[in-house]
């Protein structure tokens, strides 16, 4: 299950975007939020993997 929240960022000549994964403990089975700040079109394999 995956949760995205995107927000495109401008850090001078480059453009970042900011994603945001809910993710489920194998654990206790309670859910966390991941962040990162990368490339737009490295988005896509970000919200895909586990």
């Known amino acids: ?29 309670a859910y966390t939020f991941v962040e990162s700040i990368m490339d737009p079109s490295s988005v896509k394999d970000f919200l895909s993997k586990k």
């Open 1 to 29: 299950m995956a949760k995205k929240s995107v927000a495109s960022l401008q850090t001078g000549s480059k453009r970042l975007t900011k994603a945001i994964k809910m993710v489920k403990s194998p654990k206790t089975g």
